[in-house]
């Protein structure tokens, strides 16, 4: 079964600084995709980056890039420079191929998340 | 603008009631999800439709029901028979039929918050 583990419940971090938010997955599979979404206090889940798993440089999108380690099995989110708008809930994601039986489809599952406070 | 729509924002219900939560899109997406997302949890898959008039369970579909008459639009009921509705409602669409490449990418609407009395 696929399992995603984000091991932080929470961060802190100072505005302007660098925050590192970990993401540790398991999958025997080779093809797989690997997604972070950012959750504010709104509800609203908003899509930040993807990286797939044959992608061999790091996938990056303004501050937000993703910290690809495939023999370690991570994916962390690194977002630089913290603005106070960035502080919410962040959750990583993981997409690869579900059984047959269900039609084989590319379905994600989350992990719990990670809150992240960005404080002045 | 295109996006996802979800009515209403916040819904009560009596316990022994059915209610349905609105999912609309305008992004022309074949896909569309339910979630369903308890404090403190990630979000876990309810039921899932590739293209009109079909639909799969996901984890947790179990005292849910969903229909798929229009591209644009999903629908969840909760049933009387879920024993926990509480919780938070999370609908999604991607572009491609679900699940059709690892690359396909989820969008969101704002949710709907479900609390039973």
């Known amino acids: 079964a696929q399992k995603i583990t984000q091991t932080q419940p929470g961060m802190f971090v100072q505005e302007k600084e660098a925050v590192t938010l970990d993401c540790t997955y398991d999958?025997?599979?080779?093809?797989?995709?690997l997604f972070w979404y950012k959750q504010p206090s709104s509800g609203e889940m908003i899509f930040l980056i993807y990286?797939?798993?044959?992608?061999?440089q790091n996938a990056t999108e303004g501050r937000y890039s993703l910290n690809f380690q495939k023999a370690r099995k991570s994916a962390n989110l690194v977002i630089s420079a913290s603005q106070l708008g960035d502080s919410a809930m962040y959750f990583c994601?993981?997409?690869?191929?579900?059984?047959?039986?269900?039609?084989?489809?590319?379905?994600?599952?989350f992990g719990r998340g990670t809150s992240l406070i960005v404080h002045p | 603008d295109g996006g996802i729509t979800q009515s209403p924002k916040y819904l009560f219900r009596k316990e022994g009631q059915n209610v349905t939560l609105s999912c609309e899109q305008n992004?022309?997406?074949?896909?569309m999800y339910w979630y369903r997302q308890d404090p403190g949890q990630g979000l876990r898959l309810i039921y899932y439709?590739?293209?009109?008039?079909?639909?799969q369970k996901g984890d947790i579909a179990e005292g849910y029901s969903v229909s798929r008459e229009k591209k644009e639009s999903f629908p969840l009921t909760v049933t009387s028979a879920q024993k926990n509705p509480t919780a938070f409602y999370l609908c999604?669409?991607?572009?491609?039929?679900?699940?059709?490449?690892?690359?396909?990418?989820?969008?969101f609407g704002p949710g709907t918050r479900l609390t039973v009395l």
């Open positions: 994601a993981m997409s690869l191929r579900g059984p047959q039986a269900s039609g084989g489809s590319y379905i994600p599952t």
């Open positions: 992004l022309n997406h074949d896909a």
């Open positions: 999604a669409s991607s572009m491609l039929p679900s699940g059709s490449t690892v690359t396909d990418t989820q969008y």
């Open positions: 999958t025997s599979d080779q093809s797989y995709g």
């Open positions: 990286q797939g798993s044959y992608d061999e």
């Open positions: 439709s590739q293209i009109v008039n079909d639909f």
